[in-house]
C-alpha cells in the first residue's frame, strides 16, 4: 500500500512539472511577442502572441492573465499592420486586414479598435478611388468611389468625385445623377458648379454640330440650376437657326440681362433688333438699335435702322 502511495505521488509531482513548463513557455513566446514588437516586426510579434494565446487558453484559469494580455494586444497589432499597408499605399491588402481587425477585434472586445478599423475603411477606399482618379484609371475609379458610396452612402465628396469619374469615362447622364447625390450631401456649389459645365459642353457641341433642339435643350438644363448667361446665348443662337424667333429673343434678352457690360452686348442687341424689325415691332427694334449704336461693326447701320423707323 505504502509504494502505490509513491507511485501516485511520482505522478502529481510530474504532472505539476509538466504544468510549471507549460506556463513557462507560454510566457517565454508571450515575451518573445513583446521583444518583436518592441522591434518593429509586427508580423512576428502578432504570430507569437497568438501561440502564447493558444497555449494560455489550454492553461485553463493558471493561463488567464497572460490571455487576457494577449487578446488586448492582438487587436491592436492587426490594426497598426492594417495601417502601415494604406501608409504604403497597399489599398487592397490593407482593407482586407482592416476587416480581419474588426473580427478579432470583436471576438476579443475590444470595442474601440474595432470602431477604429471601421471608421477607416471608407477613408482608404476614398484613398484608393483617388489614387486611380489621378492615374486617370478613370472606369477603374468609377468603381472605386462606388464602393466608397456603398460604406458611406451619404459621402458628399465620393459622390461629387464619381460624377467627375463618369463623365471622364463619358457617361455624362450617371455624372449628372452622381453630382445630384453630391448635391443632396453637402457639395451643392462645387456639384452644381460641374452639372452646369457639363450642360453648357453639351449645349455647345450641339449648336457646333447643328443639332440645334439639342442645343436649345441642353442649355436650359443650366438654368435648373441657376440662369446662366452663356446658357441663354447658346439658346438663343439655336433658336434662331430653328427660325423661333420669339424664343430667340427672350434667351438674348435675357443673357443682355445677365450680362449688359459683355463685349458682345452690343452686337447681340443689335441681333434682338433685327429680330424685332422682323416682327413688325418698331419701338423694340428702335430700342436696342440703340443700344447698338456704340458698336464698331454695326452702330452706323444700328443708327440708320433708327432713322428709318423713326
Excluded: W
Aim: negative net charge.
Amino acid at each position: 500500500m505504502k509504494k502505490l502511495f509513491i507511485t501516485v505521488a511520482a505522478i502529481l509531482l510530474g504532472a505539476t512539472f509538466a504544468f510549471a513548463q507549460d506556463l513557462a513557455s507560454v510566457t517565454e513566446t508571450y515575451n518573445n511577442g513583446a521583444n518583436a514588437l518592441a522591434e518593429g516586426n509586427k508580423a512576428d510579434a502578432l504570430l507569437s502572441f497568438r501561440a502564447a494565446l493558444e497555449g494560455a487558453a489550454a492553461l485553463g484559469n493558471e493561463g488567464e492573465e497572460i490571455a487576457s494580455k494577449c487578446k488586448e494586444i492582438i487587436p491592436e497589432i492587426q490594426f497598426a499592420i492594417a495601417k502601415e499597408l494604406v501608409n504604403n499605399q497597399d489599398y487592397d491588402n490593407a482593407i482586407a486586414e482592416l476587416h480581419k481587425t474588426i473580427e478579432i477585434a470583436k471576438e476579443y472586445g475590444a470595442a474601440e479598435t474595432a470602431d477604429g478599423a471601421a471608421d477607416l475603411i471608407p477613408q482608404v477606399l476614398m484613398q484608393k478611388a483617388n489614387s486611380l482618379f489621378q492615374a486617370r484609371q478613370y472606369a477603374q475609379a468609377v468603381e472605386g468611389y462606388k464602393e466608397v458610396l456603398s460604406s458611406d452612402p451619404a459621402n458628399g465628396v465620393a459622390a461629387l468625385r464619381l460624377g467627375a469619374a463618369l463623365n471622364s469615362v463619358g457617361d455624362k447622364d450617371a455624372a449628372v445623377e452622381a453630382y445630384k447625390l453630391a448635391i443632396e450631401n453637402g457639395q451643392k456649389n462645387q456639384a452644381v458648379k460641374q452639372i452646369t459645365t457639363l450642360y453648357l459642353k453639351n449645349a455647345a457641341a450641339n449648336l457646333k454640330s447643328k443639332n440645334y433642339a439639342g442645343a436649345v435643350e441642353e442649355a436650359l438644363k443650366v438654368n435648373e440650376y441657376g440662369e446662366n448667361a452663356k446658357a441663354y446665348q447658346i439658346a438663343a443662337q439655336a433658336s434662331q437657326m430653328l427660325k423661333k424667333n420669339s424664343d430667340a429673343i427672350s434667351y438674348f434678352e435675357k443673357y443682355l440681362e445677365l450680362a449688359p457690360n459683355a463685349g458682345n452686348a452690343t452686337q447681340i442687341a443689335y441681333t434682338v433688333a433685327a429680330l424685332y424689325q422682323q416682327q413688325g415691332n418698331k419701338a423694340k427694334a428702335i430700342e436696342f438699335y440703340s443700344k447698338a449704336i456704340t458698336d464698331p461693326k454695326f452702330g452706323a447701320e444700328a443708327q440708320k435702322q433708327i432713322n428709318a423707323l423713326r
